[in-house]
């Protein structure tokens, strides 16, 4: 059975990230016991084998990273709705998105960040 957790939207951002579709409905991180699949609107979707998950740690955000769909096109992608809550996913190998970028970390902003980590670290180490 898979796992939703919802992305953490700050009702003054809401306007801003509606313009690229993402509603509470669409913007989520849900695994299973196989694979991780983030969504965060019309613009981003992307789903990452378990496996390649190397770790997971709540970190800050900062202010000048900005909000929404944000990428350094080489080693970061970050899909914020809010400053707080966000949760960083460290990956083994780089995953392509967009066609033309890649990541090794995903950062989100999440409704329920400590519930998030909690339940992936406990589903990665094997423990159901």
């Known amino acids: 059975m898979a796992a ?5 939207v700050d009702p003054w951002w809401r306007p801003v990230l509606l313009v690229g579709g993402a509603t509470r409905e669409n913007s ?3 695994f299973d016991d196989h694979d991780v699949t983030f969504c965060f609107g019309m613009l981003f979707g992307c ?4 496996s390649q998950i190397a770790s ?3 970190r800050s955000w900062p202010i000048w990273a900005g909000i929404g769909w944000r990428t350094d096109f080489v080693r970061m992608v970050g899909l914020i709705g ?4 966000v949760v960083e996913l460290e ?9 033309i970028a890649r990541c090794t970390r995903l950062a989100i902003s999440l409704e329920q960040p400590d519930e998030f980590v909690a339940a992936l670290s406990v589903q990665r180490a094997g423990v159901s």
């Not at 809010?82 to 809550?85: C, H, M």
């Not at 990956?91 to 066609?99: A, D």
């Open 56 to 58: 997971i740690r709540r």
């Open 91 to 99: 990956l083994k190998e780089p995953v392509h998105f967009w066609r």
């Open 82 to 85: 809010s400053y707080d809550n």
């Open 47 to 50: 789903t990452v084998p378990r």
């Open 4 to 8: 939703r957790y919802y992305m953490k």
């Open 28 to 30: 989520y991180v849900e």
